[in-house]
Nanobody, 122 residues
Framework: QVQLVESGGGLVQAGGSLRLSCAAS?????VGWFRQAPGKEREFVAS????????VYADSVRGRFTASRDNAKNTVYLQMDSLKPEDTAAYYC??????????????????WGRGTQVTVSS
């Protein structure tokens, strides 16, 4: 069983930056970031492979968000730049169980964190 804990959320003005961290209690394979705004479904944001050599992003964040990882620390990061009010949501990290490759599909992730809130003011 792997536990995931997100941190780094907060309140930021539009155009600002935040870096989210996802600390795992053990080894993780591919890790994804998802977000959920009030009244909306949870949506894919980014995914990074186990090696870190492969990443995929939602169209809405590509070019502004960057996923990275430090496997020695069992931590995955999401650098968020040029933030917009529409990025406001609870952000969750999730890990695939034994699969190293990226995925945009929520159902393919087995372990989930409890989320961290990101609020972007205009």
């Amino acid at each position: 069983q792997v536990q995931l804990v997100e941190s780094g959320g907060g309140l930021v003005q539009a155009g600002g930056s935040l870096r989210l961290s996802c600390a795992a209690s053990g080894r993780t394979y591919a890790v994804g970031w998802f977000r959920q705004a009030p009244g909306k479904e949870r949506e894919f944001v980014a995914s990074i492979s186990w090696s870190g050599s492969s990443t995929v992003y939602a169209d809405s964040v590509r070019g502004r968000f960057t996923a990275s990882r430090d496997n020695a620390k069992n931590t995955v990061y999401l650098q968020m730049d040029s933030l917009k009010p529409e990025d406001t949501a609870a952000y969750y990290c999730a890990a695939r169980r034994t699969v190293a490759v990226v995925s945009t599909t929520l159902a393919e992730y087995y372990y989930w964190g409890r989320g961290t809130q990101v609020t972007v003011s205009s």
